[in-house]
């Protein structure tokens, strides 16, 4: 199947500082990627659709601002936030749909990310 | 909108128990139907689709029937084992936007041995 990769998958850092996190699909080309939050014991929250050489599409609520999504290759898209703050320590994971596929997604490690 | 409704946990069994994990959905459209897994600290796998009413997926033991009459994708297993401990979630997506799925809350799995 279609592999995803995501990294760091565990980051640590002060509060202020911003995190970059990475996502690549290392064996097609992702036109779309999606970014999730997820929460302890929870669901997965769809943050933002990342589209190729375009604006990424935020969901209602996501400071875009604060959550930059950048998609400059068919095969990355990066996720960085920016001035994080303890609030923003969560477990984000990244999706890719294949190319032909019926629907599933191909997800990445997911990254923890805690702020101090 | 379209909405999944899958079975509260957590849900504890003894090994080589039988699994039942309930998931509904309501659409608007004739969506494709997913079960992924997620083990702990890890991201989500594919373990099961079916995009059709009356498609059965399978893998590792698991299954599950598309049902259109009754909205439902319960995911069955016979002989559950320790390594079968994990989260999972019930899924669906709809064309022409397939990529974006709509997830359940996700059902805690614990076997015992």
């Known amino acids: 199947g279609a592999v995803v990769s995501q990294h760091p998958s565990r980051v640590i850092c002060k509060s202020g500082t911003s995190v970059k996190i990475e996502c690549r699909s290392l064996d097609f080309q992702a036109t779309t990627m999606f970014w999730y939050r997820q929460f302890p014991k929870k669901s997965l929250m769809l943050m933002a659709t990342?589209?190729?050489?375009?604006?990424?599409?935020?969901e209602q609520g996501v400071e875009k601002d604060k959550f930059l999504i950048n998609h400059a290759s068919l095969t990355l898209s990066t996720l960085t936030v920016t001035s994080a703050h303890p609030e923003d320590s969560s477990f984000y994971i990244c999706?890719?749909?294949?190319?032909?596929?019926?629907?599933?997604?191909?997800f990445g490690e997911g990254s923890r990310l805690t702020v101090l | 909108g379209d909405s999944v409704t899958q079975m509260e946990g957590p849900v504890t069994l003894s090994e080589e128990a039988f699994l039942t994990i309930n998931c509904t959905y309501t659409?608007?459209?004739?969506?494709?139907l997913f079960w992924y897994v997620q083990y702990p600290g890890e991201g989500l796998q594919l373990l099961l689709k079916a995009t059709k009413a009356d498609d059965k997926g399978s893998n590792k033991g698991f299954e599950a029937t598309y049902r259109k009459e009754t909205t439902s994708f319960h995911l069955e297993k016979g002989s559950v084992q320790v390594s079968d401990s994990a989260v999972y979630f019930c899924?669906?997506?709809?064309?022409?936007?397939?990529?974006?799925?709509?997830f359940g809350d996700g059902t805690t799995l614990t076997v015992k041995p």
């Open positions: 659409a608007t459209g004739y969506p494709s």
């Open positions: 990342s589209n190729e050489g375009s604006k990424a599409t935020y």
């Open positions: 899924a669906l997506s709809e064309m022409p936007n397939a990529g974006k799925s709509t």
């Open positions: 999706s890719a749909q294949a190319g032909g596929s019926t629907g599933e997604l191909f």
